[in-house]
């Protein structure tokens, strides 16, 4: 089957630098795209054909709106969308939800969407899937929001100490020089975020607090949003204290990746136990991300795919 589709200039948006998208589309319906001056022509299966008709229609229909496309990554939604029959281009990119700080964060993917919205409306949130998808970079964005919005008065960011085989106590220097490696995701998050000098201030008068979770034990944390990440590493007791942390006017969000436990084996996971024992408890909202959602160089998508297929633990 073949169909011609006359098209305006400005596609190579939705194509992509150097036409990358067009390589995409093609794997991802089963199609073929050839390019005109003013047109092209997709040859394949008439279900392909028509997904993919509906991605120029509704691409033409945002654009009128006068949607920019300039920070979409339609690489991610071209994947989603093939993947997903309910999917569509003007679901995933209409009214999308930005986290604004020092620079506009939109989200990327579906669940990266409802990621935001579960925050924005809850009060504790877990966000579980693998490396890559967004999961504490979207959480300190919205704790940022928070804290411009004056919603919060401080944010308290904490992570186990818990790496393959390294042990604090053999790490050279002070107690704080020994976590700090453990807490550079949340300091490189901050610092992509929040003017460096603003960041400072805000470190020296305890607005912003990162921490290993060995240091909440026995706080009540209010006025505040926590998050707390790599929580695949905690211990059920760990997990449960952490829990019970959360103070009045608090939000709490719990970040990890079940594929990537550190813990010895003899030790489960206090993510997992939280994911089964909290699932029906109102006023706690679950999202699971997956390999459509990572946002890194195209390639990790592909090696946690590979990966996956091996039932490999990365």
């Known amino acids: 089957m073949k169909v011609k589709i006359e ?6 948006v939705l194509f992509g630098d150097n036409n990358e998208n ?4 093609e794997d991802e319906f089963g199609i073929q795209i050839g390019l005109l001056s003013d047109s092209v022509v997709l040859s394949g299966s008439k279900g392909g054909i028509t997904k993919v008709e509906r991605i120029f ?65 809850n009060d504790m ?20 929001e928070a804290l411009e919005s004056k919603k919060v008065n401080r944010i308290i960011l904490v992570r186990p100490a818990v790496e393959a085989g390294e042990k604090l106590g053999f790490l050279p220097g002070t107690l704080q020089e020994k976590i700090d490696p453990y807490l550079r995701p949340l300091y490189d998050a901050l610092h992509d975020l929040i003017e460096p000098d603003r960041l400072s201030k805000m470190f020296e008068k305890n ?17 505040s949003f926590i998050i707390l990440d790599e929580a695949q590493n905690t211990t059920t007791e760990q ?28 030790s489960k996971s206090g993510l997992l136990e939280a994911i089964d024992i909290l699932k029906e408890v109102e006023g706690i909202h679950f999202t699971f991300f997956d390999d459509t959602d990572i946002v890194r160089h195209p390639l990790v998508q592909k090696i946690v795919k590979a990966y996956d297929s091996k039932k490999v633990k990365i």
């Open 7 to 12: 098209v305006t200039p400005d596609l190579d």
């Open 22 to 25: 067009i390589n995409l589309i």
């Open 57 to 121: 229609e509704e691409y033409e229909i945002l654009r009128n709106q006068g949607v920019d496309f300039l920070d979409v990554d339609f690489n991610s939604i071209l994947k989603k969308i093939a993947s997903d029959p309910s999917a569509s281009l003007v679901k995933l990119i209409e009214k999308r939800t930005s986290v604004k700080s020092k620079k506009s964060v939109q989200p990327r993917s579906a669940n990266q969407k409802s990621y935001i919205e579960s925050i924005e409306n």
């Open 125 to 144: 949130v877990f966000g579980v899937g693998p490396a890559g998808c967004g999961k504490t970079y979207l959480s300190v964005a919205m704790a940022v």
């Open 207 to 223: 607005i912003i607090e990162i921490a290993p979770l060995a240091f909440m034990r026995g706080r009540t944390l209010s006025d």
């Open 239 to 266: 997990m449960k204290m952490f829990l019970t942390r959360l103070g009045n006017n608090s939000k709490a969000v719990i970040t990890g990746d079940i594929t990537q436990i550190d813990l010895p084996i003899s």
